[in-house]
């Protein structure tokens, strides 16, 4: 009984999954040797070089995905709230023990291999809340069970961000996405999903672009709301109005104010008076509209303030540290700039392995880790980054495939969280290195250099497919 | 179980599609549409240029420039940056072949393939020029300024030293310093070293596809520039140097004469020397190479190195010890009837006026005199027993610096031999040896063996009346202070009051009407005391050794010269010595002593010895 299920599960595992998952590795491994090259050490096997670890670090990585498959799935599911408690306990301990790299308090070192708590928080948020969704009895929309879900996300959250680590703590809102799976409001999800395109947004144009483009989505979506021409116009012109009168004012004052934020505070004042109006008029789903049109605006010139002063000085100096510079006099923008052109003189097919000029000089900051996709777009050109891409989303979907064909919810629940993981990471950070996302220091899911985040994946992974290789047996 | 919202994994699913394919879009553009950054990235070529600094000049204690710089320029390369370029003009440029261009670029991309490796070394000035219009034709070539060491006097190699490139080994022992940099060998380029090499600066160039440098990679923010080293004055004199360097002209040998008052060294000069020139630049190994196979050995320092018997300079040092410890004064006299002798073993002594007292014996140089001390100091009762009496003795000797390096500001100096008593233990058994066996010491021979810079120093303290400095060559040096230990006064065991009796022995060595062992070295108005030695050498002719200072009172030069194989220390180190000191303290040779000039100058030990060697084969 016991060998025939085992031969089941070995029957049952996904391999296009695994083998995936294998050449993500290898690519990843070959791209760490080409990033950090050395022609002292020109083996890929020497062991005192970054790649020589990794190797170590893959192979580990093999082992441990083997012990997942052959551990019984029901521990999984028993554990999970264990292993939760337990990485929380991590999580406080590494803020008073942990080994303090580039300004932030985030490893645990064991002799020559460093633990990263943060990584392994991911999986256990996960497990822990696969394992309080999946309770039939628990509704999504329930007060008691939004807090309750709230708290088992945001308590990790709340830790990673004292250590700081940024970019590990905005990861977690990536379980939004699971939330919506379950039922939650998909206003929620558009909601954030806005926060985080305005975000990048406002970085990367300047006020009076993003200005117009948020003037011209609300109107739209004032329109759509409205589904009537004459309220439409009436609110389009009640708008002008007021804005006009407030420009006009600033005019005759002859204020030294700047151009970009009169028209802010004219916007804003044309917004809140048209919420009023449309609020006391009882005009359906309006104010809801005109009180986003108006937050997205102060938000939108928050964010420049909030990313230069909260959390800038901590993620800057990272980054200056890595570049050598006492300080950073072209700013964000020179790492983005570094980083587009090795991308962009990989040209259609790169220009080959190991002749990568833009990643050998240290032009582009962390060249092994976060900086990863630089070296594979210089090297490997358009078509390595699509190969690459082509793999992630093959991956993703696959995952998605496999969530879905759960017939328990834990493991459907779990399945997603896994998706959602892998796809913040790759959206982060390849746009990151694009230039279409902040510098925010997240690794390449299987490809950056690193033992604890590639463990973290791998453990991740394989508990998705250890679920689903026994998918037949399991319900709940 | 039922699942409503089953439908919204087709949202989530093309929520993961849109941004990829916002990304692909984003990629597409970046990669293949945009051609500006294909244009960034190939300018974007740093070139990271080393700015050597030039190593600090080195003067003598005259002002005399003894050591400068001479602009020199590698061509370096980079493997990873060249392109086919025109081997035939290249070559003929630079007058090298294909094979040496093939071989030079495998080496280098063995190295590294995106570090710079040198090239070709030290290409000259007028090349340089002609290849610098030519350089765009050459991308991943370009040339690094370096300097050479340039020697406008051609003496003191030894004291100088040299530089060459590090090796493994020096940058394992030297942090900081990389492959390809300068750093000094011997001499006072490596003791000096840190002062000397100034600091690396760095220069960061933006160089496009076609080897042009577009310029300082922004602005020069992270460019570094060079700190120029410090410059030093060496307490040596170069006119004396030289002069000492000519009378030792085919000659083995060795001169050290040094400043009593200060310990400052004035000259040091070991013999056969090199000319400096030949260990600089591209000829350096194979000049090196030739100077290290020549059977003379001209590499080796024997001023600091050679390990010699003291001879009968010794007696000096002898003589003070009994004076010190009560066994004679100055006045107890020994007859002498030309020979000492106990039961078999009889040592002759030459002929002359007899008995005689401490001064006169250090005049005449008597042997039976100094046997006779020396055994009367060990076997005295008052120490029990003859190692101990023996240990009283080595302690004197040693408080002269002897058996010890003086630690002179020197990479490789020796120590000398001064046998414990566990050394003759070793051979008769503990206690079982008498003040017989060792009597060969009072002589300054047997076990004892010294360097010629120790007899300087021994001379030295006898000039100071029981005291010395350590002997050092660094005067000065910019920007800092030399070490404090060149300062302090280190005191022998003997009190001052015993070295008037000694130090009237040895004017009279040089003065006395009769009987003085080195009347040659007599220079009117000099006042020089002396002591010659005939260093017995097991392995062919003795050496001559002369010991000197002058004046008598107030001492200006100390002075200690030995010249191998050429027999007593009259015939030659004295009249080297005396030479010395008198170029030193008048500048220039009396008249009624050319002709002792011109006949140290012709004396030629060194291809007697071949002729002699001829005449054996023959
Ligand atoms: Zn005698």
Known sequence: MQMNRRINIWRNLDWLTVIVWLVLLIIGWISIY???????????????????????????????????????????LFFSYFFYGFTILLLIAVLFFGTEVNSSQSWFQFGGIQIQPAEFAKLATALALAQFLSNTKRKIHDPKVLVNTSFIILLPVMLILLQPDVGSSLVFFSFLLVLYREGLTGWVLFF??????????????????????????????????????????????????????????????GTDIIVDLQLVIAAAAASLVLFIISAIGRISNAPLVLGFLFTAIIYTYSVDYVFDNVLMPHQ????????????????????????????????????????????????????????????IGEEWGFTGSLVLLALFVLLLLRLLYIAERQRSSYARIYGYSVIAIFFTHLVVNIGMTIGVVPVIGIPLPFISYGGSSLWAFTIMLFILLRFDAARMEFLR | MKDHFSDRKYIIGAM?????????????????????????????VLRNVTQYPSRGLIYDRTGELLVYNEPAYDLMVVPAQLAPFDTAEFCSILEIDKEYVDTEIARAREYSRFRSSVFLKQISALTYAVLQEKMYKFPGFYVQPRTLRKYPKDIAAHILGYVGEVDRRMIEENPGYVMGDYIGITGVEKTYEEELSGEKGVSRFLVDVHNRVMGSYQDGRFDAPAVVGNDITLSLDASLQAYGEKLMQNKIGSIVAIEPSTGEILSLVSTPTYHPELLVGRVRTRNFRQLSSDTLNPLFNRALMAHYPAGSTFKIVNGLIALQEGIIDDVTSQT?????????????????????????????????????????????????????????????????GLGERLDADFPNELRGFVPPATYYDRFYGENRWRSLQVVSLALGQGELSVTPIQMANITAAIANRGFYITPHILKDVANSDIDPEFREKKYTTIDSIWFEPVIEGMYRAV?????????????????????????????????????????????????????????????????????????????EIAGNRKWLEQRMLEADFINRLVADADEQEN
């Not at chain 1, 991308?343 to 990568?356: E, Y």
């Not at chain 2, 001559?544 to 194989?565: D, G, K």
Request: aromatic share 10%; with cysteine; hydrophobic share 45%.
């Open chain 1, 316 to 375: 800057r100096s990272r980054i200056n540290i890595v570049l050598g510079f006492e300080d950073d006099p072209l700013g964000q923008s020179y790492n983005i700039n570094q980083s587009k052109i090795a991308i962009g003189s990989g040209g259609l097919t790169g220009r080959g392995f190991l002749q990568g000029t833009q990643t050998k000089f240290n032009f582009v900051p962390e060249q092994s880790t976060d900086f990863i996709f630089c070296t």
């Open chain 1, 34 to 76: 080409s990033a950090v090259y050395d022609d002292a050490h020109s083996s890929i096997f020497d062991t005192s070089q970054r790649y020589g670890k990794q190797l170590i670090w893959m192979i580990a990585a093999v082992v441990i995905a083997f012990s997942v498959i052959l551990t019984d799935n029901k521990l999984f």
């Open chain 1, 192 to 253: 954030f999903i806005l926060f985080c395109v305005l975000s990048v947004l406002a970085l990367l144009m300047n006020e009076i672009n993003m200005l117009a483009l948020l003037v011209l989505t609300s109107f739209a979506a004032i329109v759509t709301v409205l589904r009537n021409a004459k309220l439409t116009i009436r609110g389009l012109l009640i708008f002008a109005a007021v804005a006009g009168i407030v420009i006009l004012f600033f005019r005759l004052a």
């Open chain 2, 16 to 44: 993961i599609m849109l941004p990829v394919l916002f990304f692909i879009i984003r990629l597409f553009i970046l990669q293949v549409l945009d051609p500006s950054y294909q244009l960034s990235a190939s300018s974007n």
């Open chain 2, 336 to 400: 002498c009837p030309g020979h000492y002798t106990v039961g078999r073993l009889t040592i002759r002594c030459r002929h002359h006026v007899t008995p005689v007292a401490m001064a006169a014996a250090i005049q005449v140089s008597c042997n039976t005199y100094f046997c006779h001390i020396f055994r009367d100091l060990l076997d005295h009762p008052k120490y029990g027993s003859v190692t101990a009496g023996f240990n009283v003795w080595r302690d004197h000797v040693r408080s002269f």
């Open chain 2, 511 to 587: 003065h006395g009407p009769d009987g003085g062992t080195a009347r040659i070295a007599q220079v009117q108005g000099l006042d020089i005391c002396g002591k010659t030695g005939t260093a017995e050498n097991p392995h062919g002719d003795d050496h001559s050794v002369f010991l000197a200072f002058a004046p008598r009172n107030n001492p200006q030069i100390a002075i200690a010269v030995y010249v191998e194989n050429a027999g007593f220390g009259a015939t030659m180190a004295a009249p080297i010595a005396s030479l010395m000191i008198e170029k030193y303290l008048n500048g």
